[in-house]
């Protein structure tokens, strides 16, 4: 009987070892090794074209848009009623010391008063001098669009 007994609990066993699992107990979690990914190269980086120097009139017409722009809100809030929204594109010319010499409107999408406004804000804002290697002829000309909304 008790060989019996021992076969009888050996062919039960069986299958739990061939399982990986205790004869009483939940099976065990089978371990599988998974094989390490293969890092993925990094994209090339992408850099940015170095910024192009600026000449010297490009910078000098930096420094013109902030003079307007220190007093634009000022002169034109008043008058706003009178314009009507568009645009008004200028031409003018500075002689080496910051004096306009001459102010031509080239494009007109607003109506005339804006654009009489304009000419007479180009002649009444002060600028500083330009610099020596910004003039041709003694004379820098500068592009100008005003805008109201």
Not at 115 to 121: I, L, M, S, V
Not at 136 to 149: A, C, D, L, R, S
Request: hydrophobic letters at 40%; a positive charge.
């Amino acid at each position: 009987m008790p060989v019996r007994l021992i076969l009888i609990l050996v062919l039960l066993a069986t299958p739990a070892f061939a399982q990986n699992r205790s004869i009483f107990g939940p099976p065990r979690p089978k371990v599988i090794s998974t094989p390490k990914p293969t890092p993925t190269p990094a994209p090339p980086v992408k850099r940015k074209p170095a910024p192009k120097p600026k000449s010297p009139a490009e910078e000098y017409i930096g420094s013109v848009k902030t003079a307007f722009a220190a007093r634009w809100v000022d002169a034109a809030t008043p008058l706003l009623n009178d314009f009507r929204t568009g645009s008004v594109s200028v031409v003018f010319k500075l002689d080496a010391d910051a004096k306009v010499l001459d102010v031509k409107v080239t494009d007109n999408t607003s109506n005339d008063a804006f654009a009489k406004f304009c000419e007479k804000f180009v002649r009444e804002t002060p600028f500083g001098k330009p610099p020596p290697n910004a003039l041709t002829h003694g004379q820098i000309e500068v592009p100008f669009t005003f805008k109201i909304y």
